[in-house]
């Protein structure tokens, strides 16, 4: 079993950054691959930005350039720079290890 939990959210003004952290516990391999997405009212749940074994990264259209994705051990973060109004969401920790894992979610939001 491994457990997520995520942390950093908040409130920021347009053009704000913010960092979310993402501490795994369990029987947690370094080798996981690890992601986060988002999920907007009304809208599907979205893939943000995911990191793999060796440190490779992939990014979502929407916010290259502007996230960053890294992984410390056990722990992911996701730097988010130039934050949007569209980027309000809750945002998802997930690590895939044989099957899906699921944090509970934080809330981020862009309003001046």
């Known amino acids: 079993q491994v457990q997520l939990v995520e942390s950093g959210g908040g409130l920021v003004q347009p053009g704000g950054s913010l960092r979310l952290s993402c501490a795994a516990s369990?029987?947690?391999?370094?080798?996981?691959?690890m992601a986060w997405y988002r999920q907007a009212p009304g809208k599907q749940r979205e893939l943000v930005a995911s990191?793999?074994?060796?440190?490779y990264t992939n990014y979502a259209d929407s916010v290259k350039g502007r996230f960053s994705i890294s992984r410390d051990r056990n722990t992911v973060y996701l730097q988010m720079n130039s934050l949007k109004p569209e980027d309000t969401a809750v945002y998802y920790c997930?690590?895939?290890?044989?099957?899906?894992?699921w944090g509970q979610g934080t809330q981020v939001t862009v309003s001046s």
């Open positions: 997930n690590a895939y290890q044989l099957r899906s894992y």
């Open positions: 369990g029987s947690i391999f370094s080798s996981s691959a």
């Open positions: 990191i793999i074994s060796g440190g």
